[in-house]
C-alpha cells in the first residue's frame, strides 16, 4: 500500500511537502506517479517516473513552484509545493504499479493498481 501524508491547511504564499510512503514493496521496477484532483473533476495526472531508469513526465500544468523528489532508501516520494495559491486546492493522490519496461508517460490512470489514501490540500486567502 501507499501511505500518504503532508496535507492540510495551508495559508496562500505558504509550502506543503506531501509525502508518499510505500510499505509492503519497494519502488524498483515500479512506475509512481502524483495525480490531483479538483472538486468535481476528473483526477489528473502531474507527474510520473520510472524508478529503475529515472525515465520521468512531468504535465505542463506543473507550476514550477511544485518540485518532486525521492528517497530511495526509504521507498517515499515527495511533492514540495511552494508558494502555494487558492487553485493548488486539491485532493492528492500518488500511485504506483510495476512498470513491465514501460514508459510511466504510457500508463493511464486505471492502470495503476496501488493508490495512497489522497491527501487533502486547503489554501486560505
Known amino acids: 500500500q501507499l501511505v500518504e501524508s503532508g496535507g492540510g491547511l495551508v495559508e496562500a504564499g505558504g509550502s506543503l511537502r506531501l509525502s508518499c510512503a510505500a510499505s509492503?514493496?519497494?519502488?524498483?521496477?515500479?512506475?509512481i506517479a502524483w495525480f490531483r484532483q479538483f472538486p468535481g473533476k476528473k483526477r489528473e495526472e502531474l507527474y510520473c517516473?520510472?524508478?529503475?531508469?529515472?525515465?520521468?513526465w512531468i504535465d505542463t500544468s506543473v507550476p514550477g513552484r511544485f518540485a518532486v523528489s525521492m528517497n530511495n532508501a526509504k521507498d517515499t516520494m515527495y511533492l514540495q509545493m511552494n508558494n502555494v495559491q487558492p487553485g493548488d486546492a486539491a485532493v492528492y493522490y500518488c500511485?504506483?504499479?510495476?512498470?513491465?519496461?514501460?514508459?510511466?508517460?504510457?500508463?493511464?490512470?486505471?492502470?495503476?493498481?496501488?493508490w495512497g489514501q489522497g491527501t487533502q490540500v486547503t489554501v486560505s486567502s
Open positions: 500511485a504506483a504499479e510495476w512498470d513491465e519496461g514501460y514508459s510511466c508517460h504510457s500508463f493511464y490512470d486505471y492502470d495503476y493498481k496501488t
Open positions: 517516473k520510472n524508478v529503475r531508469d529515472g525515465r520521468t
Open positions: 509492503g514493496f519497494t519502488f524498483d521496477d515500479h512506475a
